[in-house]
């Protein structure tokens, strides 16, 4: 048996530490880096290229070339090289080019004024049983800016289905002009027709300084100008057309206070710049204080970009990451964390870099001058220098970019929120939207379920184990200590029906009685016990020792009716709320919205209370049957050797009996706050499972245990909300184990205090 014993806790052990160490293994890529590995380089036919593309899959890239043609060049076996016209007028030319990855539409302004937007079309065709990825361009629209057949110099489009706009910014006899579009588009009998131009309006009356960027967000209501003297201007469409909404310098302290790119984030709503001196930043739109229309602001500074300001930029369409970079370096960033994912320097200048959708490759444009010698001359010394341009391929493995330890445990400042917060939100309702992933929330729902669950069960318990052990009858204690064992066997899933189907709305109406309850009923008790000590012992004796409760119950009912009473009193008198004018005077008694009006805090009717009557009725026959076992497990003699030196049996009980056995009251406790800490199921129901911090006892809250329980079905399997989850779980093994192995040590410490051999 000693040896089976061995082997059985040795077992145990191999099995936590095996626990322990999968759950470790499934959290350490969240906080690993990006890898980014060159592949090799594809050469680019001779020409002037203005923008460049990519694919989903990465495997067919696509150059436009200024006299007006898009070549498609594959960097793998499976995919087919083309060149398609771009269908320019003859002796037209391109003069500024856009492609959005997210829509697939290529946006080119002419020199004449002109915007020709088309749609790339990329398809998967099956060919001698192989996949082959295969290219194509559709011709949306071809409208101008203007009367005046001016050159292009910046050109935008976003079409956001009922609304359309573009805006761009023209050379007109040597002076910039900023013209916006709105376009419309009309649908008969569900098909689309012809797009046409609802309003041509020009932005520079309004503008101060040369123009070199133009932007227009996602939703297609807004234009971004920045100027050359380093300011940005915001203009919005409104009713009257369009009015600017802001104007600002984010580089203003800057020695060189010129922006040297601006582009928009996945979303439309930030945007990425760099300055002169490569300092780089992030500005978002966002509700100032005291104000209702949003405005753009700096949320976040990140690393200067090494060689100055960037050149190139291009956003991912799965994520808040962007590719930025000059002629010395390229960096792959994550705007919401502000990390650098992967940063290359560069031995040549690059003109362009591009992420494909699945965020697993990176093209450079690489135009470096190389030497060259062509075949009729063998000497070295006749080799000239010619540009040549190339493709270089690297592959990305970055599964995690939004992972750090300020994601779970920092304040983050995510897009449209006014200020830094925690915030957990695993899922959205859009293609743009940002995870966020901040694990504390769940902590402090955890400790604040745990405490308010423990205030209501620990005296209890605690109370009723000195009672059933020192004060009842031993005949009465055959049938209580059953009772009250046979609670735990209660389902969790039962309790936390309960809760939230009849206790949650039952109470929600009844605070001021169940107020008044907590402050009379121990009120009572002890009035009760203090006048029952200074009863004539005769008359005490005529009732018999252990019987006094038939004398409390009905005293006890009827402070409890007494409490039902006086709680709406006490709601009338106190907790009134002015309605309707406030010159009239008029109030209501109403708690549910007297405490938000007091306090400033939320009333919900799934709250922390109800939380701690239904997992305090959970934890209680645990901390009752340990408690209860390690009282009575008090040897005798002490009892009777305190009553004979003239020691009542309350001051035998709290002076002898629990001290001697707070070791076992202690270990007691320390198991009920194990089982409050993991419990699921009832809060997931009576809690409202809302992941919020504070602790107001009207609110609710979520715990680490049930947004394991709720959101793991759902998590992709090695997503970054899989793998959060399990750093969840990794936290509350964390927490437990500090917990358990405290206990013990205080344990041990009130054992050797206490003991009595």
Same mark, same amino acid.
């Given at each position: 048996?000693?040896?089976?014993?061995?082997?059985?806790?040795?077992?145990?052990?191999?099995?936590?530490?095996?626990? /322990?160490?999968?759950?470790?293994?499934?959290?350490?890529?969240?906080?690993?880096?990006?890898?980014?590995?060159?592949?090799?380089?594809?050469?680019?036919?001779?020409?002037?290229?203005?923008?460049?593309?990519?694919?989903?899959?990465?495997?067919?890239? /696509? *150059?436009?070339?200024?006299?007006?043609?898009?070549?498609?060049?594959?960097?793998?076996?499976?995919?087919?090289?083309?060149?398609?016209?771009?269908?320019?007028?003859?002796?037209?030319?391109?003069?500024?080019?856009?492609?959005?990855?997210?829509?697939?539409?290529?946006?080119?302004?002419?020199?004449?004024?002109?915007?020709?937007?088309?749609?790339?079309?990329?398809?998967?065709?099956?060919?001698?049983?192989?996949?082959?990825?295969?290219?194509?361009?559709?011709?949306?629209? !071809?409208?101008? /800016?203007?009367?005046?057949?001016?050159?292009?110099?910046?050109?935008?489009?976003?079409?956001?289905?009922?609304?359309?706009?573009?805006?761009?910014?023209?050379?007109?006899?040597?002076?910039?002009?900023?013209?916006?579009?709105?376009?419309?588009?009309?649908?008969?009998?569900?098909?689309?027709?012809?797009?046409?131009?609802?309003?041509?309006?020009?932005?520079?009356?309004?503008?101060?300084?040369?123009?070199?960027?133009?932007?227009?967000?996602?939703?297609?209501?807004?234009?971004?100008?920045?100027?050359?003297?380093?300011?940005?201007?915001?203009?919005?469409?409104?009713?009257?057309?369009?009015?600017?909404?802001?104007?600002?310098?984010?580089? $203003? !302290?800057?020695?060189?206070?010129?922006?040297?790119?601006?582009?928009?984030?996945?979303?439309?709503?930030?945007?990425?710049?760099?300055?002169?001196?490569?300092?780089?930043?992030?500005?978002?739109?966002?509700?100032?204080?005291?104000?209702?229309?949003?405005?753009?602001?700096?949320?976040?500074?990140?690393?200067?970009?090494?060689?100055?300001?960037?050149?190139?930029?291009?956003?991912?369409?799965?994520?808040?990451?962007?590719?930025?970079?000059?002629?010395?370096?390229?960096?792959?960033?994550?705007?919401?964390?502000?990390?650098?994912?992967?940063?290359?320097?560069?031995?040549?200048?690059?003109?362009?870099?591009?992420?494909?959708?699945?965020?697993?490759?990176?093209?450079?444009?690489?135009?470096?001058?190389?030497?060259?010698?062509?075949?009729?001359?063998?000497?070295?010394?006749?080799?000239?220098?010619?540009?040549?341009?190339?493709?270089?391929?690297?592959?990305?493995?970055?599964?995690?970019?939004?992972?750090?330890?300020?994601?779970?445990?920092?304040?983050?400042?995510?897009?449209?929120?006014?200020?830094?917060?925690?915030?957990?939100?695993?899922?959205?309702?859009?293609?743009?939207?940002?995870?966020?992933?901040?694990?504390?929330?769940?902590?402090?729902?955890?400790?604040?379920?745990? /405490?308010?669950?423990?205030?209501?069960?620990?005296?209890?318990?605690?109370?009723?184990?000195?009672?059933?052990?020192?004060?009842?009858?031993?005949?009465?204690?055959?049938?209580?200590?059953?009772?009250?064992?046979?609670?735990?066997?209660?389902?969790?899933?039962? *309790?936390?029906?309960?809760?939230?189907?009849?206790?949650?709305?039952?109470?929600?109406?009844?605070?001021?009685?169940?107020?008044?309850?907590?402050?009379?009923?121990?009120?009572?008790?002890?009035?009760?016990?203090?006048?029952?000590?200074?009863?004539?012992?005769?008359?005490?004796?005529?009732?018999?020792?252990?019987?006094?409760?038939?004398?409390?119950?009905?005293? *006890?009912?009827?402070?409890?009716?007494?409490?039902?009473?006086?709680?709406?009193?006490?709601?009338?008198?106190?907790?009134?709320?002015?309605?309707? !004018?406030?010159?009239?005077?008029?109030?209501? $008694?109403?708690?549910?919205?007297?405490?938000?009006?007091?306090?400033?805090?939320?009333?919900?009717?799934?709250?922390?209370?109800?939380?701690?009557?239904?997992?305090?009725?959970?934890?209680?026959?645990?901390?009752?049957?340990?408690?209860?076992?390690?009282?009575?497990?008090?040897?005798?003699?002490?009892?009777?050797?305190?009553?004979?030196?003239?020691?009542?049996?309350?001051?035998?009980?709290?002076?002898?009996?629990?001290?001697?056995?707070?070791?076992?009251?202690?270990?007691?406790?320390?198991?009920?706050?194990?089982?409050?800490?993991?419990?699921?199921?009832?809060?997931?129901?009576?809690?409202?499972?809302?992941?919020?911090? !504070?602790?107001?006892?009207?609110?609710?809250?979520?715990?680490?245990?049930?947004?394991?329980?709720?959101?793991?079905?759902?998590?992709?399997?090695?997503?970054?909300?899989?793998?959060?989850?399990?750093?969840?779980?990794?936290?509350?093994?964390?927490?437990?184990?500090?917990?358990?192995?405290?206990?013990?040590?205080?344990?041990?410490?009130?054992?050797?205090?206490?003991?009595?051999?």
């Amino acid at each position: 048996m000693t040896w089976f014993i061995k082997v059985g806790g040795a077992l145990v052990i191999i099995a936590v530490c095996t626990i /322990f160490i999968f759950i470790l293994m499934q959290i350490l890529p969240l906080f690993r880096g990006a890898s980014v590995r060159a592949t090799g380089t594809v050469p680019v036919p001779a020409g002037d290229y203005l923008a460049l593309g990519i694919d989903e899959w990465g495997q067919l890239p /696509f *150059l436009v070339e200024r006299s007006g043609k898009a070549v498609f060049i594959p960097v793998d076996e499976g995919a087919a090289a083309a060149t398609h016209d771009l269908k320019l007028e003859a002796g037209r030319s391109i003069a500024a080019a856009h492609y959005d990855a997210l829509s697939h539409q290529l946006m080119l302004g002419l020199d004449d004024g002109r915007l020709l937007v088309s749609e790339i079309l990329y398809s998967s065709a099956d060919r001698d049983g192989r996949q082959v990825i295969e290219s194509g361009i559709k011709q949306v629209f !071809d409208l101008r /800016f203007g009367e005046l057949a001016a050159p292009i110099v910046d050109v935008a489009f976003r079409d956001a289905g009922s609304a359309k706009l573009a805006a761009a910014i023209l050379d007109v006899d040597g002076a910039r002009s900023v013209r916006a579009l709105t376009l419309v588009q009309p649908v008969v009998l569900g098909r689309k027709g012809t797009v046409k131009v609802g309003a041509d309006l020009d932005l520079t009356p309004e503008l101060a300084g040369t123009p070199v960027r133009v932007l227009v967000n996602a939703s297609a209501d807004s234009v971004v100008v920045a100027t050359t003297e380093g300011e940005i201007f915001c203009f919005a469409v409104g009713e009257d057309g369009f009015a600017l909404r802001q104007r600002f310098a984010p580089f $203003a !302290d800057a020695p060189t206070p010129t922006i040297a790119s601006i582009d928009f984030l996945l979303g439309g709503v930030s945007l990425v710049l760099t300055g002169a001196d490569g300092r780089n930043e992030i500005w978002s739109l966002h509700h100032p204080a005291g104000e209702h229309e949003r405005r753009f602001g700096r949320v976040a500074t990140l690393d200067p970009l090494p060689g100055g300001g960037a050149t190139w930029y291009d956003a991912s369409v799965r994520n808040k990451a962007f590719l930025f970079g000059n002629d010395h370096s390229a960096s792959l960033r994550f705007a919401t964390t502000g990390h650098r994912r992967w940063e290359h320097k560069l031995d040549g200048p690059v003109a362009a870099g591009v992420i494909n959708g699945k965020y697993d490759r990176l093209v450079l444009l690489d135009q470096a001058t190389v030497e060259k010698t062509s075949p009729e001359k063998a000497s070295p010394d006749q080799a000239s220098p010619v540009k040549a341009s190339q493709l270089r391929v690297f592959a990305l493995s970055d599964p995690h970019p939004e992972s750090s330890f300020a994601t779970f445990f920092g304040k983050i400042w995510y897009e449209g929120a006014s200020k830094p917060e925690y915030t957990w939100q695993s899922s959205g309702g859009s293609d743009d939207f940002e995870p966020k992933l901040s694990l504390v929330p769940l902590v402090v729902g955890t400790l604040k379920g745990t /405490f308010f669950a423990l205030l209501f069960a620990v005296p209890i318990a605690l109370l009723a184990a000195v009672y059933t052990s020192e004060f009842m009858r031993p005949r009465f204690k055959l049938y209580v200590k059953p009772v009250m064992e046979l609670m735990a066997s209660l389902p969790s899933v039962v *309790l936390g029906f309960i809760a939230a189907l009849w206790l949650a709305p039952l109470i929600e109406t009844r605070v001021p009685t169940i107020i008044c309850a907590v402050a009379l009923v121990p009120l009572v008790a002890m009035g009760f016990g203090w006048t029952w000590a200074r009863l004539p012992v005769r008359m005490r004796a005529w009732l018999g020792q252990g019987y006094e409760f038939l004398v409390f119950v009905p005293i *006890l009912l009827a402070s409890v009716w007494l409490a039902a009473l006086l709680g709406p009193l006490l709601e009338s008198a106190i907790c009134r709320v002015p309605i309707g !004018d406030p010159q009239a005077g008029q109030t209501i $008694a109403d708690f549910r919205l007297w405490w938000p009006y007091i306090t400033g805090s939320p009333f919900e009717q799934r709250n922390a209370l109800i939380v701690g009557f239904v997992m305090g009725f959970a934890v209680i026959p645990i901390i009752y049957t340990i408690s209860e076992d390690s009282l009575s497990g008090v040897p005798k003699a002490l009892r009777s050797g305190s009553l004979a030196l003239g020691a009542s049996r309350w001051q035998t009980a709290f002076q002898v009996v629990v001290p001697t056995a707070s070791a076992g009251i202690f270990s007691a406790v320390m198991i009920g706050l194990g089982r409050a800490v993991g419990e699921t199921m009832i809060m997931v129901m009576a809690t409202g499972n809302t992941p919020i911090m !504070d602790m107001n006892i009207f609110s609710g809250m979520r715990t680490l245990s049930a947004n394991i329980a709720v959101e793991l079905p759902e998590a992709p399997a090695h997503s970054t909300l899989f793998r959060a989850l399990f750093l969840g779980a990794f936290l509350l093994f964390l927490m437990t184990f500090a917990v358990n192995t405290i206990a013990e040590l205080l344990r041990q410490w009130l054992r050797e205090k206490y003991k009595t051999v």
